[in-house]
């Protein structure tokens, strides 16, 4: 299967102008980013849908895999919500690595604010990799 990044996904295409558009930086298995959400992101009023909280640990986490070479496809992920983000709040996303093995790769991240570093929620994640990097 090849997989093809043409800047139309959700949470980090800069061609998609319905989605997120964050920006990571990544290397040596980990991977960063701040953010902002506004509320036509939210599920209740002014709190983040939940589903775009896993979105982004997720994308945290595939770049942190990019940033060692693997080009990966999620296989499983488990998210622990801790306290809602309110749309508007300045948060970041931070990801690692935790294991890489030829079929397996595994990593963690986690969602704070950013000006008070209250923990928003948590995740770890199971990716298969694909037989080629890009």
Known sequence: MA???DGQCFVCGKNNKN???LSF???GGKSLSEFTLKSNFQGYKNI?????????????MIYAAMSEKCNPVTAEITVRFKHP?????????????TRKT????EAKA???ELISGTLVAEATSKMIPLKKYP
């Open 110 to 112: 986690r969602i704070t």
């Open 48 to 60: 983040i849908h939940g589903g775009l909280i896993t979105a982004i640990l997720d994308e945290a």
């Open 102 to 105: 030829d079929r397996l790769v």
């Open 85 to 97: 983000l309110s749309a508007g709040q300045a948060a970041t996303v931070e990801a690692e690595l």
């Open 3 to 5: 997989i093809i990044d």
């Open 25 to 27: 930086t990544s290397s």
């Open 19 to 21: 989605g997120l558009q």
